[in-house]
T-cell receptor, first 113, second 110 residues
Framework: NAGVTQTPKFQVLKTGQSMTLQCAQD?????MYWYRQDPGMGLRLIYY???????DKGEVPNGYNVSRLNKREFSLRLESAAPSQTSVYFC????????????FGPGTRLLVL | EDQVTQSPEALRLQEGESSSLNCSYT??????LFWYRQDPGKGPEFLFT???AGEEKEKERLKATLTKKESFLHITAPKPEDSATYLC???????????FGTGTRLTVIP
């Protein structure tokens, strides 16, 4: 039981390049989330998916798109990376959202030059 | 507007020196308050959920408490392996996500 897995662990991009961050969970959870973590700012929600087939914007969605591929997988895409998107990205999941515990992946460290 | 403030930002303790971390919150309709531990280079690891004022939960050297305005994470006789950043998060009525504070970075010196 791996929990929440994320790939890649680390990525360097040039401004304007695109990439997709992958997330998968094996806990049969319905809800999945993408956060970014920046120094002094705490974790901020980018997008979430309450259930398979649905996605919604969070606090900081600009510059990102998401796809809930199936119940297990939730990907985050940067179409044209900007230096402001340099951050650590975490995926999380929970059974039905709300006040249930969110379980986090190990993170993807992204550097945009 | 939801607000979660953690203090202090950083805390250095000698091994065995007990202390408390604070999480004060302003949120309409609190449904749950969460504590997570985060080690450098890793994702947050769940510690506790508190749902109502007066509730307390314990795990090894950690004890979390909740009032109507704040939560405390008490660390009793800490060890160097307790060194980490401790994050507080709240879930409010009508929201689908958690709202996080910026964390307290704890260092326990042998």
């Amino acid at each position: 039981n791996a929990g929440v897995t994320q790939t890649p662990k680390f990525q360097v991009l040039k401004t304007g390049q695109s990439m997709t961050l992958q997330c998968a969970q094996d806990m049969n959870h319905n809800s999945m989330y993408w956060y970014r973590q920046d120094p002094g700012m705490g974790l901020r929600l980018i997008y979430y998916s309450a259930s398979e087939g649905t996605t919604d914007k969070g606090e900081v969605p600009n510059g990102y798109n998401v796809s809930r591929l199936n119940k297990r997988e939730f990907s985050l895409r940067l179409e044209s990376a900007a230096p402001s998107q340099t951050s650590v990205y975490f995926c999380a999941s929970t059974m039905t959202g709300g006040s249930e515990t969110q379980y986090f992946g190990p993170g993807t460290r992204l550097l945009v030059l | 507007e939801d607000q979660v403030t953690q203090s202090p930002e950083a805390l250095r303790l000698q091994e065995g020196e007990s202390s408390s971390l604070n999480c004060s919150y302003t949120v309409s309709g609190l449904r749950g308050l969460f504590w997570y531990r985060q080690d450098p280079g890793k994702g947050p690891e769940f510690l506790f959920t508190l749902y109502s004022a007066g509730e307390e939960k314990e795990k090894e050297r950690l004890k979390a408490t909740l009032t109507k305005k704040e939560s405390f994470l008490h660390i009793t006789a800490p060890k160097p392996e307790d060194s980490a950043t401790y994050l507080c998060a709240v879930h409010r009525a009508g929201a689908n996500n958690l709202f996080f504070g910026t964390g307290t970075r704890l260092t326990v010196i042998p």
